[in-house]
């Protein structure tokens, strides 16, 4: 199975006891912080910052620290496990490598959302009918103002 397939599958599942199976299956040793962290975004679901992350893993692990949630981001993305997406002038966000949907984040609130795939779709086929260009979204986050916001 190809990694972004089992990345998608795992978050869909929403099962974080395989964690551990996938890091292992991408030659990555299955530390604690790493178990935690990718295990914290498997809970998660979505994208989210390094500090919110650290938060989550640390539910797991409570000695982790932010330095360690970065060094192993940079771990599971250099192995594909993971990716970031910039996020307006804040602070990067992190999620699954299987996840290459759009976000929208709010410039007030810093809410972040997830376009319908529907949506995104219809917007790359009409870029790419309208001049040519095919879209690929996922690395850069669109900024606006969130319902609650406006």
């Known amino acids: 199975m190809r990694l972004q397939d089992e990345a998608a599958a795992l978050k869909g599942q929403n099962n974080v006891d395989d964690a ?5 299956t991408h030659n990555c040793k299955a530390t ?13 679901g979505g ?18 620290h932010e330095a360690t949630v970065y060094r192993t981001i940079g771990t599971l993305s250099d192995r594909g496990m993971v990716t970031h997406v910039h996020a307006g002038h804040g602070p990067s966000l992190v999620r699954l490598g299987g996840d290459h949907g759009l976000i929208a984040l709010c410039r007030t609130c810093n809410r972040v959302t997830e376009l319908p795939t529907a949506t995104v779709e219809r917007f790359i086929l009409e870029a790419q009918e309208a001049i040519g260009f095919t879209l690929e979204p996922g690395h850069f986050a669109l900024e606006g103002v969130c319902a609650n916001c406006a």
């Open 20 to 24: 551990e199976t996938m890091l292992r």
């Open 32 to 44: 604690a912080p790493r178990i935690a962290v990718l295990r914290a975004l498997l809970r998660h």
């Open 47 to 64: 994208a989210l910052d390094i500090a919110s992350l650290t938060k989550l893993a640390q539910s797991e692990v409570p000695e982790i």
